[in-house]
């Protein structure tokens, strides 16, 4: 009985909360949701000064829109689409590209069955010593900073915010196959970026 | 074991789990060590993208954001208002049934008196403006410094 006296609010509590005026509970959803709005607007914006004007930007957006929240959704996701709605406005407003269009899609369909090419020259390859060796850490996120915003978008929140193909799909409005083609198109450019640019005895 | 070596694609959903492919692929997979090296990279590159430390501000971004939202309008005095209507209301009321015998003691009073009414009644507004003044400029100091 306990429990359920010192169960946490649910965040359609929250939300039915900040709506009756108790305006510190949006507090509590903020702490809730910040995790994935940083996340986005992390990989959505380059530039480290915009960043805070954005994430506050899209929690004030939030607020305003709350009466709008339908309260069978999940409010993480719907947060998450705001988020990234914020900052392709961003993009827009600074004419930045989210993804390069010139770049092919990835046919899955035509590309199974044709021979791969070794990943590198010998077949001693230890990709565990590869990777593992040096700041991983740093290599990667310069790694991830290379590709266009969507992919490095797409990743965070499949790999990091280990979100499902739906919810992003939801968060970004994209079909679920267009996220899933994105992703498989970004992990390729990852890894070719890290073992054009990084060598094996750099690694 | 096929020759055709797996796509990319088929390689990354490998380095997610077998049970994503084809059962041609998982064979072409068991007997190929480039495959499985290909897959192995996938694997340990996500894992690494998985563990990487999330992003944060410098600064805490509840308290900016509570500082930041727009106030809450006051609500409309609806109580107030309601009595405001009503008290105007009996006034209008009592005017229309009691209006006309209230016109005869008006004319029956003396000038001098309706002087001095007026003059009282003119210095007790004036006194209420200068009230109402004084508060306002109390208020805008508490504004000012606030």
Redesign the interface.
Known sequence: MSNLSTSPATDQQLVAQVLG?N??S??QL??RT??LV??IV?KMIRHPAD??DV??DV??KV??NLAGFKLQAKFSTWVGQITYNTCLHYLEKKQLVLVDPAEPE?D?AS??????P??VAG?D?D??TA??SQN??GI??SA?EQLPPLYRTL?SLY??Q?LSYEEIAQITSLPDGTVKNYL?RA??Q??QY?LITYQRDDL | MSSLHLSDSALQEAAESTSLLPASQVAHLCGCPLCQGQVATYQHLLTAVAHLPPPTFSFDLTASVLARLPQAKPAFPWVLSGVAALVLGVVIAILTLYGGLLVPVFQSLATGLGAGLTTVAGFFVAWQCLELLAQHRRQMRQLAFS
């Open positions: 005026g305006t510190a949006f507090g903020v702490q910040q995790g940083t996340q992390f960043r805070p994430a506050q929690y004030v607020f305003k990835l899955t590309e199974y069955g044709r021979r791969a070794p990943l077949t390859y990709p565990e990777l593992f991983l850490a990667l996120g991830i990743i790999h990091q280990e498989f992990r390729k990852l890894k890290l």
